[in-house]
């Protein structure tokens, strides 16, 4: 009899769109998909130097410019992060979140945009139940979107961020990456890829800097095709032996709100994929352990390894407020040249 005390409180929502438009707007960030090396280096080495950079002297950089956060779905990590990027560059800032704003009157994304545009509005930072919603208030808003999680698409200031902390630790002082910065690092991404924008914002990301990705987790929560996502991608069902080959290892909550009626044994999934000290102790005992966030204990992986000294998960958090940091500036900064591919 299946266990599942997750259970799914809303519809799915639309599957990953595999060919999207390039960015109408220039200082857009919709998808890994569309980073190359050479845009990912300046990433960040503009997040490490606004990082660096007095406080005062960088709060003048974006002085009263004014970002809209639109979040449809909940956030403490990426919303939080983005304010106070947005907010130590110098630029105001307003949050409208489907709970209490006209969203709960019916106003759909595109009005809802158009509003926030005429508001002053000058980017903004979207998170959407639906795969390709950036796409569209791109299209119909015209301003730069940063991309804050779509559905089960993508996640890209997440993969970026991840990015950062494994640099920081497997690539200490580099900021500048090449298509073989990451060779020889093999990054095990565990648990419910099925339903992870950041496992694909991640798939999309690391291969094209030399890294080698495995996928682990069982059939219901890791499809078969998965591993033709794109190259250096592959599938490993057994969790020891996916860890014994990692130098990363990425854990993913099970995300119970994108379920939508699909039941799971949960004692049986610990039992096979849960990070736990004895495991990291036999098979990965010197891997960075890595997850995105909101972390549940006691299932993906347990507490004594989300504190352990493995765990670069808070550092992750940290390494969030200098990449969105660079991801805002480059989006009012390069707004101001005229629009590209409309
Ligand atoms: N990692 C992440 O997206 O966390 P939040 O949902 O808290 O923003």
New binding site residues.
Partial sequence: MPVNSLSPQRAPTTPAILTLPAPYAAGSMLSSRELTPETVSEILALATQLESEDPLKRATRLAKRRIALLFY???????TSFELAAKGLGADTTLVSSLSSSIEKGETLKDTGLTLKALGAEAIIL?HPNSGAPWLLERETRLPILN??DGMHE?PS?ALLDLRTMLAHLRPGETEVTAETLAGVTIAITGDILHSR?ARSNMFLLPKLGARVILCGPKELLPEVAAQAGPGIAIERNFERALGEAQVVMMLRIQAERLAGLQLDLEEYKTKYQLTEARLAAQASSALVMH???IIRGLELTGEVADGPQSLILEQVHHGVAIRMALVYRALTLAANPEVGA
């Fill in positions: 779905e909940s956030s403490t990590r990426t919303r998170r804050a999680g996640h997440q950041v995105p966030g909101p």
